[in-house]
């Protein structure tokens, strides 16, 4: 299974279709997913890049971290597992109501 890296200080801009053809440099990719800002639909400045093998991977970090796309230096390294989240708000906290009015 191939490695999923992390590329940070994207440029806004920067799409799907450019970072395919930057990391197409270093092997294969097999996916490319800009991210981006639910109610604007805005570029937030980073993405994920799935490489076909892990070589491929530890290439493409060699050459593209700390180069530069569009005046800005990028950061590539690999994608940590996402962190596991309480449910909710409030983080578990519990949320009784007051049993007397506040005056």
């Known amino acids: 299974m191939g490695r999923k890296l992390y590329v940070g200080n994207l440029p806004y801009e920067v799409g799907e279709t450019e970072?395919?053809?930057?990391?197409?440099?270093?092997?294969?990719?097999?996916?490319?997913?800009?991210?981006?800002?639910?109610?604007?639909g805005r570029a937030r400045g980073f993405a994920f890049v799935e490489m076909s093998t892990d070589e491929e991977a530890q290439t493409?970090?060699?050459?593209?971290?700390?180069?530069?796309?569009?005046?800005?230096?990028l950061t590539?390294?690999?994608?940590?597992?996402?962190?596991?989240?309480?449910g909710g708000f409030g983080g578990g906290h519990s949320h009784r109501r007051r049993s007397e009015p506040r005056w």
Do not use: C, H, W
């Open 19 to 40: 970072l395919q053809e930057l990391f197409t440099r270093a092997g294969s990719v097999e996916s490319v997913t800009v991210m981006r800002d639910q109610m604007t």
């Open 60 to 73: 493409a970090i060699r050459e593209l971290n700390a180069s530069q796309v569009g005046g800005r230096s």
């Open 76 to 86: 590539v390294n690999e994608a940590r597992p996402k962190a596991a989240r309480s």
